[in-house]
């Protein structure tokens, strides 16, 4: 079956960097887009960032553009999410997502001295 199986995240100071991965598994990784959503407790699920099947073409949020860096490497099948110049209101659980809706078990990041 589908599995999405996410690593890193935790706690870090603000201006810090994080580096969050997601292992897929049950699918051919290589042919679909991938993203990444942040959920804050009480507000609903955000998108981060995107990224096309081969790679090629990215997006992301305006809160995050200059900051994060989402990629993809289709011979191990992960995706990552770097994340850089961190911020408070980055503080969030992550989630890794495939369509239809597939969802990785999430990982909490959080920017704080």
């Known amino acids: 079956q589908v599995q999405l199986v996410q690593s890193g995240g935790g706690l870090v100071q603000p201006g810090g960097s994080l580096r969050l991965s997601c292992a897929a598994s049950g699918f051919a990784f290589r042919d679909y887009g991938m993203s990444w959503y942040r959920q804050v407790p009480g507000n609903e699920r955000e998108l981060v960032a995107a990224?096309?099947?081969?790679?090629?073409?990215?997006t992301y949020a305006d809160s995050v553009k200059g900051r994060f860096t989402i990629s993809r490497d289709n011979t191990k099948n992960t995706l990552y999410l770097q994340m850089n110049s961190l911020k408070p209101e980055d503080t969030a659980v992550y989630y890794c997502?495939?369509?239809?809706?597939?969802w990785g078990q999430g990982t909490q990041v959080t920017v704080s001295s």
């Open positions: 990224i096309h099947s081969t790679g090629g073409t990215t």
């Open positions: 997502y495939c369509f239809p809706n597939y």
